[in-house]
């Protein structure tokens, strides 16, 4: 059985008085029938994975850069992410690959930076609205997951979201139908280049627009083994009520 993952991206969101989110979070989920994951910006990963000793939560990253060390100014190794407490990182995010024109190559040489240094990689794939009014989801889908995850990945060491772009911060959701085809997809994609073994091993996530009001339908779509969430995480009043409707999907 794969493992329920409810992961909040704060992106570029948050400041030292919003810990206080994680420690609530940790005590309305004292044992959680789901893994719960915040990625806090990186000046806070370090107070943030502090804050969380010892409870049900762990932190990641936002991104990291390919090589280990260097002269890359204003970056942050996947070791570095490590070393301050992070267990996984995102990478792939389309707010990554759209304001920092990130290719699938580029994705792919900082997900073998994550292995290297022990971290869980949580792909983002998705599509535009032009794109899915093309009916080209599916072949974009296609090219991001070939391109973007490397041979070596596991299903202890890779997750994949998919979040359509159009959805993201949005407030519109594709419907529960759209997102089992894609879902659906994405696991026969994963199956035909990993194994059967590996490639239902490997958790998918949704991502957009995931609200308490929304969350529930959304995880009882197949295949989707919990949601990458945005703006619904800053806040527990928001996140507490999505990680409980995926415990009781479970």
């Known amino acids: 059985m794969r493992t329920k993952l409810a992961a909040g991206n704060w992106k570029m969101n948050g400041t030292g008085r919003d810990l206080g989110v994680l420690t609530e979070l940790a005590r309305r989920h004292t044992q959680p029938g789901c893994e719960i994951l915040i990625c806090p910006p990186v000046s806070l990963l370090h107070r943030a994975a502090q804050t969380v000793q010892g409870t049900s939560i762990s932190v ?46 580029h994705v792919r040489d900082k997900v073998r930076a994550a292995l290297a240094a022990g971290l869980v990689s949580i792909v983002c794939v998705g599509e535009t609205k032009d794109q ?13 997951l070939a391109g973007s995850i490397p041979d070596q990945v596991t299903g202890d060491t890779l997750v994949v979201a998919y979040e359509p772009i159009w959805a993201i911060g949005t407030g519109l959701v594709p419907t529960v139908e759209q997102i089992a085809e894609v879902h659906g997809f994405i696991r026969a994609q994963l199956h035909d280049r990993f194994g059967a073994q590996t490639g239902s091993q490997i958790r998918l996530l949704y991502g957009g627009s995931v609200k308490p009001d929304n969350a529930a339908a959304i995880f009882a779509v197949p295949d989707v083994d919990g949601a990458l969430v945005g703006g619904a995480s800053l806040s527990a009043d928001d996140f507490s009520p999505i990680v409980s409707a995926l415990e009781g999907s479970a």
Not at 61 to 73: F, K, L, V
Not at 132 to 144: G, H, I, K, P, Y
């Open 60 to 105: 990641g990253g936002q991104d990291c850069h390919a090589a280990r060390s260097g002269a890359h100014t204003g970056d942050i190794s996947a070791e570095m992410l490590a070393d301050a407490g992070a267990r996984s990182v995102i990478l792939g995010h389309s707010e990554r690959r759209e304001d920092h024109a990130e290719t699938n190559a």
């Open 132 to 144: 899915r009014l093309a009916n080209e989801t599916l072949s974009v889908v296609a090219d991001q």
